[in-house]
């Protein structure tokens, strides 16, 4: 029987690589995105290119509650693969940027990464099988001023990736946090100045080999995975610097990011 694997934000980006490279493998998918119309595109790419079955479901998972909607939704559907993919980026300094904007960020980084990952866990453990894949990002390793929120969160869900990927040690369920640097999806416009991409793009890795790097660490079972050389040495690097030290580049980064 073919095993079932949710992914966030499968519409696109990394999501969508990810769901490929699932698909290939013969997992059913169930697709969770905010856009109907672009659901629908991924499911027939898939469908066309494997012999699979692909649900989807259009949900904002910045919503409170909207795991458990989902979760109630596939009533007795079997999840043997979460991945916690959706998200977005917001560039500004803190005191001028949009809260309503920032809440979302919080509810879906945070809360739904969380509560989804908290509601498939238990029958995973109880099956002693089952793999967790959590987008966090290079982002994750220092605090980033103008984009303070993007990197705490994402700080938050390498942490707590990491930490129940430990208690889960033995139970044949892992958790692995991927931390990508730059990557080319639809995600760059938004952290760029303008529709044009991300101005510091010597590092940019293309969505596809990010998703095959995290597909195969998430399958191996690994914690962490830090697509790229340079990137495991940029992730490295704030350890061995004074914290501030770190902050005043990622602001020099981003300001750089943000020139006319
Ligand atoms: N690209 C990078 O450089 C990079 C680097 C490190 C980490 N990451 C992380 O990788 C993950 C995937 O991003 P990506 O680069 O593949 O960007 P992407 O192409 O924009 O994909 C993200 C997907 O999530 C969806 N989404 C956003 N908010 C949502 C919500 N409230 N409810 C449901 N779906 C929502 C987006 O829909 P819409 O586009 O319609 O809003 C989009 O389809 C993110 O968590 C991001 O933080 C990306």
């Not at 990394?14 to 769901?19: F, P, Q, S």
């Not at 916690?84 to 919080?106: C, I, V, Y």
């Not at 908290?118 to 099988?129: A, D, I, N, P, T």
């Not at 303008?194 to 660490?217: C, P």
């Amino acid at each position: 029987m073919n095993k079932t694997a949710l992914v966030t934000g499968g519409a696109s980006g990394l999501g969508l690589e990810l769901a490929l490279l699932l698909a290939k493998d013969g997992h059913n998918l169930v697709l969770v995105d905010i856009d109907a119309e672009k659901l629908q595109l991924a499911k027939q790419e898939i469908e066309t290119n494997f012999p699979v079955k692909v649900q989807i479901l259009a949900k904002d998972l910045s919503q409170i509650n909207i795991s458990e909607e989902i979760i109630t939704e596939l009533n007795e559907i079997q999840i043997d693969v979460l991945v916690n993919n959706a998200g977005f980026g917001l560039f500004g300094p803190f005191h001028e940027t949009d809260w309503k904007r920032e809440e979302q960020m919080l509810n879906l980084h945070v809360i739904t990464t969380t509560h989804l990952t908290k509601l498939v866990l238990k029958g995973m453990v109880e099956r002693g099988s089952g793999r967790i894949l959590n987008l966090s990002s290079l982002a994750a390793f220092q605090p980033g001023p103008l984009m303070s929120l993007y990197y705490a969160t994402k700080g938050y869900i390498l942490s707590f990736s990491e930490a129940i990927a430990c208690e889960l040690k033995g139970t044949g369920v892992t958790v692995t946090a991927l931390c990508p640097g730059p990557t080319k999806t639809s995600f760059q416009k938004v952290v760029a100045n303008d529709s044009s991409e991300n101005k510091i793009s010597f590092n940019m890795a293309s969505a596809k080999e990010v998703a095959a790097y995290g597909y195969k660490a998430m399958m191996k079972g690994k914690p962490v995975a830090i697509p790229g050389a340079f990137n495991k040495f940029l992730a490295f690097l704030p350890r061995v610097m004074p914290r501030n030290m770190a902050a005043n580049i990622v602001r020099k980064i981003q300001e750089k990011n943000r020139e006319e």
